[in-house]
């Protein structure tokens, strides 16, 4: 967990907003609200990157699209390289070469294809997994099968909340966050 004390975890905090989907009665954080915000925008990478600071990883990786958003910010602020992982990756030429896993059932009960393209990340690398939120942790668990398949180090996964249920999850993925749900 992230120090409290951070005037940026404050201002996220502040900023937190629950949205509720009709159709499914789910509710989830409205993340946009948190990215048009400079301040937070600038000190998000940081505040995910403090806990794996000696860890030295030497690349981040992330899903789509929160990843993507968040890894090169915290890939920026430990000195590692970004590797973007794709969900359902396609062949676009015959060279064009894909390390894939499937996740465990997702938040709606679905099995991903996700991927990293060939040699993003080698076995001498040790990988980062950022995101927004673990909720099921489906998705950084499938992360963590292709990292080690890949015969690389994980390191562990930094998320910006927290919904995961199962402490056996969290301590697998060697998770951290910036925020517990139960905080907000």
Known sequence: MTSSASPVRARMADLFEWVTDDGTRSSYVEFQRLWRDPEILSGIGPLLAAPFAEAAPTVVIGP????????????AEVGAGFGAVVKDPVRLIDSDDWVTVTTPPDYRDRHLTMGLRRGVVTSADRVLAVDDVADTGSQLLALK?????????????SVVLDLLSLNTTRRELRLQAVFHSREL
């Open 64 to 75: 789509p699209s929160s990843g993507h958003l968040l890894g090169p910010l915290v890939a």
């Open 145 to 157: 099968r292709l990292v080690e398949h890949i015969g690389a180090t994980w390191v562990g996964s």
